[in-house]
């Protein structure tokens, strides 16, 4: 394994080595990335060096991009990975892109609505940077151009699913079960063959009074169902043993998306129905814990510039229709998010605050930093991650509040 | 025609010309001279490499470098921005149409190859700086001469040029400028120099043209220089490569091309 890291590291080398003399552009970054925990023994969060390197090139109708990267960690092998490795032919009215690619969809920022083609990365929750949350898939995506229309076709020949953190991870979700529970995980992969294929279909339009996009997917659940079975003990009427199987399941969805200004306001909205969700639930008539519903996910956002200052807001709604009590998730989950931002010295110092607020359970994350560009390309950031509450899914990490810095050159 | 019979015509017609000349020298108002300069061709679309050098009061200097394009259309003008330098911001993208019509807004998209998604922004800040340099939006062009009241001052020479000189005062007693006062070059309608006083009529900034000339007929601005006296501050701006006329696409002003790049 070592051997095949450093072979792609030499690899690496000898092509930003060549680039100089020749005609692919080869851009990116090297980054030290390192965050200490507030807890009383002040934990790393996280030590971690980046180098990132985007290869392209384009002639006449044709193009490619490589995105290699590698996150080194000191107490870990080093992990070379593919970001994104594909193919672009450009017609007159049509762009086909083949291979590993991001693809990002919607109008909303830092919510998942209609924005769901490539799986997310949450081994560290949602702290990363979100060009390093998605996954690229292996995609083969067709656009189809007339005037400011565009209809995209999506087609993923093998399912991604969400990569969640690892067992040992401070972003492991804690489950909280009454006896440990024995994990079956036989059903949890999703078979490699043409008929489990994920589509993925859009129409956006970009035109003077609004930008809108309506899409529709037939798709995986990125995030399996946790299907469980209790097996009670009919001597003491107690939980014996808990069965727990993971699965995928199919998901369908409509949904859409607008943004447009009213004098110095941009208001955004964005909204998906989603059929046939599996949910866990407390009913006891329901053998495998879980229940089937449709449920709506929205957005409605607005952003402006006071004072110099940038100041965006978001309410988001996700409603489970024809809800059942005993379902585990609320009928209503309510989160709002909230980004000031200002720049100051020519905009090489900047000041930031994000964080989602989450209604339910009355819990945040909430994100302040700052960023300064000691020369041009060269950024300083320090910032800090503050989790509020007990629980929910920001207060759950209330133990991982974090200060943390960044030094990133561009190249 | 004899010589003679030429030279009677001729006379004749400065006879007739001469008055008519005067009066329209006497009757333009800095309404008009301001609108010459807002309305000056410079060709149905044009491609070029832009550079800005920001440089601070101790002397450091950062560049920032942009492929732009430009069209002009039945009733607006659509302009594509690709960043090229600093290395942080490559591949971002910016696209500006504005419209004819008085009254309506530009509207603007920004495409950040770290989101890979189109966002629209609101044009409702003109007078916020253009990429940290000390031009603002309204500095580059985009502000409409009936924004202001103006006033021919006098007329003087520019560094051998006869100049207009006129003064602007925005009918907005909001705007962050109070006035400013531009030297016009008569014959070229290319403002010179202008200088720009702040809210408490302080002097703020001051423009300087540095380089223009004339491609395929028409003045093109290649390099001026933007000096904020209060902080010290330049920014200059050079245009390269310049190619008029091309017959650049109408599709290279859409999204496709935005998440593209050049």
Redo the contacts between chains.
């Keep these: 394994m070592k051997r095949i890291i450093l072979e792609g590291i030499i690899i690496l080398l000898f092509i930003v080595s060549y680039s100089s003399a020749q005609s692919p552009s080869f851009?990116g970054?090297v980054r030290n990335y390192t965050g200490v925990l507030l807890n009383g023994e002040n934990d790393y969060a996280i030590i971690q060096n980046t180098f990132n390197l985007n290869i392209e090139d384009s002639k006449d109708m044709v193009a490619f991009k490589v995105n290699p990267y590698i996150y080194q960690y000191p107490d870990k092998e080093l992990n070379l990975y593919l970001r994104e490795a594909y193919l672009d032919i450009?017609f007159n009215a049509v762009?086909l892109r083949i291979g590993k690619q991001?693809?990002?969809w919607?109008?909303a920022d830092g919510v998942f609505i209609t924005d769901i083609v490539s799986p997310k990365d949450l081994s560290e929750f949602l702290l990363r940077?979100?060009?390093e949350i998605?996954i690229g898939i292996t995609a083969l995506k067709a656009?189809y151009?007339l005037g400011?229309n565009?209809f995209e076709f999506v087609w993923i020949p093998k399912f991604t699913a969400t990569k969640m953190p690892v067992d040992s991870s401070i972003w492991c979700p804690k489950l909280d079960f009454p006896i440990k529970p024995i994990f079956d995980y036989s059903q949890k992969e999703v078979g490699n063959s043409l008929k489990n294929s994920e589509y993925f279909a859009k129409y956006?339009v970009?035109s003077?009074a609004v930008?809108f996009e309506i899409m529709a997917g037939y798709m995986w659940d990125d995030d399996p169902t946790m299907h469980i079975e209790k097996i009670i003990d009919s001597s003491t009427s107690k939980l014996d043993s808990l069965f727990i199987t993971p699965k995928h399941h199919r998901l369908g969805l409509v949904g859409g998306s607008f943004?447009?200004?009213l004098?110095?306001?941009?208001l955004r909205g964005e909204g998906a129905y989603y059929s046939n969700k599996y949910f866990n639930s407390e009913n006891p008539t329901l053998s495998d814990g879980t229940a089937e519903k449709n449920y709506l996910h929205y957005l409605v956002g607005v952003?402006?510039?006071l004072w110099?200052i940038n100041i965006n807001g978001q309410f988001i709604q996700q409603a489970i229709l024809d809800y059942d009590e005993q379902i585990v998730n609320d009928k209503f989950d309510n989160t709002l998010t909230f980004l000031v931002s200002k720049?100051y010295l020519?905009?090489?110092l900047r000041l930031e605050l994000f964080s989602y607020i989450g209604l339910n359970n009355s819990d945040a994350l909430i994100r302040p930093k700052i960023t300064y560009?000691l020369?041009?390309?060269f950024?300083l950031l320090s910032g800090a991650n503050i989790f509020v509450g007990n629980e929910g899914n920001f207060g759950r990490y209330d133990n991982n509040d974090m200060i943390y810095t960044k030094i990133?050159y561009?190249? | 025609m004899t010589t003679i019979k030429k030279i009677q015509i001729l006379i004749v017609v400065m006879i007739v010309a001469l008055p008519v000349y005067s009066f329209a020298q006497e009757k333009i108002t800095g309404l008009q001279i301001i609108e010459n300069v807002y309305n000056r061709q410079t060709g149905n679309d044009m491609q070029s490499d832009l550079t800005m050098s920001l440089t601070n009061s101790r002397g450091d200097e950062r560049v920032r470098e942009i492929k732009q394009f430009i069209k002009e259309f039945d009733e607006s003008e659509k302009k594509i921005m690709f960043f090229v330098l600093p290395a942080d911001v490559r591949n971002t993208s910016f696209m500006n149409w504005s419209y004819d019509e008085v009254d309506k807004d530009d509207d603007q998209w920004i495409y950040l190859p770290a989101l890979k998604k189109v966002k629209r922004i609101s044009s409702d800040s003109k007078s916020d700086y253009f990429m940290g340099s000390d031009f603002t939006y309204d500095d580059l062009g985009d502000r409409k001469p009936t924004q202001d009241n103006h006033k021919l001052l006098r007329e003087e020479k520019v560094d051998g040029e006869d100049c207009f000189v006129v003064e602007s005062i925005p009918k907005d007693e909001e705007y962050m400028y109070s006035r400013t006062v531009s030297w016009i070059i008569k014959d070229k309608w290319i403002g010179m120099k202008k200088e720009f006083y702040d809210e408490d009529e302080e002097h703020l900034k001051t423009l300087i043209v540095k380089k223009y000339e004339k491609i395929k007929d028409y003045w093109i601005i290649l390099h001026s220089q933007m000096h904020n006296v209060q902080k010290d501050h330049t920014t200059d701006m050079e245009l390269e490569n310049v190619i008029i006329d091309s017959g650049i696409p109408d599709r290279k002003f859409t999204e496709r091309i935005m998440k593209r790049g050049l």
């Design positions: 851009t970054y450009y762009d991001q693809i990002i919607g109008k940077d979100f060009d998605r656009d151009y400011n565009t956006s970009l003077s930008d943004s447009t200004t004098g110095s306001f941009v952003g402006c510039t110099d720049d020519r905009e090489t560009d020369v041009d390309g950024e990133k561009s190249y």
